[in-house]
DNA sequence: CATATAGTTCAAGACCGCGTGAACTGCACC
DNA sequence: GGTGCAGTTCACGCGGTCTTGAACTATATG
C-alpha cells in the first residue's frame, strides 16, 4: 500500500480497518464494488469492468493498475484490458501524477450515460434489423404466391410491433437520461472533480 | 390447466397451402421466425422458445411437436423442453384434434405481454437486491469508522441512482405495456380469434 | 548498455449455457 | 402381453465468452 502522492487525505489508515481477507477491500467496498459489477453485467458489459470502475469511483483518487489488480484480483492482462474498454468509452480516465512515471487510472463520473448510450446504439440498431427483416420477409411472401393474406397480415402486425417496442425504448432510454442526469449533476464534486487540476 | 380440445377448421387442408409441405419452411417464414428468435433472445429468453413460438404463431393452426421438431431442425427432446417452458409461460397453448390423439401446440397471442411480465420480476428483483446491497454496503461503511464522508456519500448517491434507473425501468415497463397492449387488440384475430371458441 | 518495472497482446484453457440423443415412461392399439 | 409412437428427462459435449499467464514491447534508471 505505497503511500499516495495523490491529493487526497493519508488512505493508509483507512486501509488498515480492512481485514485483509479476501484482497485488500474493506468489506463495504466490496460489496459496493460487486453492486456495480452486477449492474454492468446486467447490462451487457463485463462484470469486471463494472468492479473496476465501482473501484476508482469509491476510492476517489486515481489507482494504479497493480493496485487494482490487488485489490479485485485480477490478473495484470485482464485489467490492462478492461482499463482499455473503460478509457475507450471514457468513464475512466489515465492520468499521470507529477513526479511518477506510472500511469494512474481515475473514474469519470458518467458511467451511466455512457451506458445509456451504449445500450441505446445497440438496441436501435437492433430493433432496426428486426423490422427490416420482417419487412424482407413480408416482400417475399407477396412475392412467392400462394401465401395466405392472413399469414401477411401477421407479419404486417409483427412489424408494427417492434415499431411499438422501438418507440417504448426510445422513451425509455430518454427518461433514464433525463432522470439520471439530474442525479449526475450531484455527481460532479468531490474528489473527482480534483482531475481538473492535473 | 393441460390442454384444450382444438376446435378450429380442419387444419389439413390449410396446410396444403403453406409453402414446402414436407418440412422445409418457406424463406419469409424462415426470416421471419428468426427474427422473433432474435428478439426474444435480446430480451434475455432462449432463441428457440423464440423460433418455436414465431413458427407457431405464423402458422396459425396447431402443430404437433414432430412437425416443429421438422420445421425448426430441433431435436425431439429440445423441443419438449421449449413447448414445457412456453406452456408454462402461457403463451402456447396444449391442444387435442377431435379424433387424434396426439398433441398439438397452438400459440397465444400475448408474447409480448408475457415477456414484460417476466422481464419485469427479473429487473424488479435485480434493482431490489442492488439497492439493498447498496445499503447494507453503507450500513458497514458507517459502522468501521474511519470512513471518509466523501465514501460514504458516494455511496449514498450510488444508491439515489438505482432508485432512479428502477423508476425508468418501471415506466419503461408500463409503456411497453399499454403502447403494446392496443396493438395487441388488433392481434384479436384471424385464425388465432378461433381459440376463444373452443 | 544492462536491468527492472509498467503495460500490451494473444493463445490456451476455464467456464457456462444450450441442445442433443439415448434411455425412460406412458399410452394406444393389435 | 407386446409393439410402436408421443412425450419427458438428463448426462454429456459442443460452442461461445471471459480470464489467465507468458511472451513481448516500451520506458525509465544506474
Not at 495523490?6 to 484482497?23: H, I, K, M, V
Not at 447490462?43 to 489507482?63: A, C, D, S, T
Not at 438496441?123 to 427490416?132: G, K, N, Q
Not at 404486417?156 to 415499431?163: H, T
Request: proline share 4%.
Amino acid at each position: 500500500m505505497k503511500g499516495y502522492l495523490w491529493t487526497g487525505g493519508d488512505p493508509g489508515s483507512q486501509r488498515t480497518l480492512a481485514p485483509p481477507e479476501n484482497g485488500r477491500l474493506a468489506p463495504w467496498e466490496a460489496i459496493a464494488v460487486e453492486a456495480v459489477g452486477n449492474v454492468i453485467e446486467f447490462w451487457g458489459f463485463k462484470r469486471n469492468q463494472g468492479r473496476v470502475w465501482g473501484l476508482l469511483y469509491l476510492r476517489g483518487e486515481p489507482l494504479t493498475a497493480g493496485e487494482i489488480e490487488r485489490e479485485l484480483e485480477l490478473s495484470k492482462g485482464g485489467v490492462s484490458m478492461l482499463l482499455r474498454d473503460l478509457e475507450h468509452w471514457g468513464v475512466v480516465q489515465r492520468v499521470r501524477v507529477p513526479q511518477d512515471t506510472v500511469w494512474r487510472y481515475a473514474a469519470e463520473t458518467d458511467l451511466v450515460r455512457m451506458v445509456t448510450h451504449v445500450v441505446e446504439e445497440r438496441e436501435a440498431a437492433f430493433v432496426t434489423r428486426i423490422r427490416a427483416d420482417l419487412s424482407e420477409a413480408r416482400r417475399l411472401a407477396e412475392l412467392a404466391g400462394g401465401v395466405q393474406p392472413e399469414q401477411l397480415r401477421k407479419l404486417e402486425r409483427m412489424a408494427v410491433l417492434a415499431e411499438h417496442v422501438e418507440r417504448a425504448l426510445r422513451l425509455f432510454i430518454k427518461t433514464s437520461r433525463l432522470d439520471v442526469g439530474g442525479v449526475l449533476g450531484a455527481f460532479r464534486d468531490g474528489a473527482l472533480a480534483r482531475k481538473g487540476e492535473r
